[in-house]
């Protein structure tokens, strides 16, 4: 960042957070719908249109990861380097 590479930073945080995020969303979404086959079978109360539920939730999720992600990235981003070199 002392080298103007500000941009450089918030993107390589952003996409490595992303890709987390993503991650996660594919695994629990899957998961989700193998227990939520499973749950149908074993319990007569689960219905079909459960697939909106995931669907809303993961979208829900990514927002809020994404709001997670770029607050701090961005505050960061605006510190003054030397300012951020005298505190080290």
Known sequence: MALGA???????VVRQT???VAG???LG???G??????LSSEICE???HAQVIFVSVSLVMAAVA???CLI?????????PIIALHYE
């Open 6 to 12: 500000r941009s450089d930073v918030f993107t390589m």
């Open 18 to 20: 992303s890709r987390l």
């Open 24 to 26: 996660g969303l594919a």
């Open 66 to 68: 994404a709001f997670a």
């Open 29 to 31: 979404i899957s998961s």
């Open 72 to 80: 701090p990235t961005w505050r960061a981003a605006q510190v003054d």
């Open 33 to 38: 719908f193998v227990l939520m086959r499973f």
């Open 46 to 48: 689960v219905q079909s």
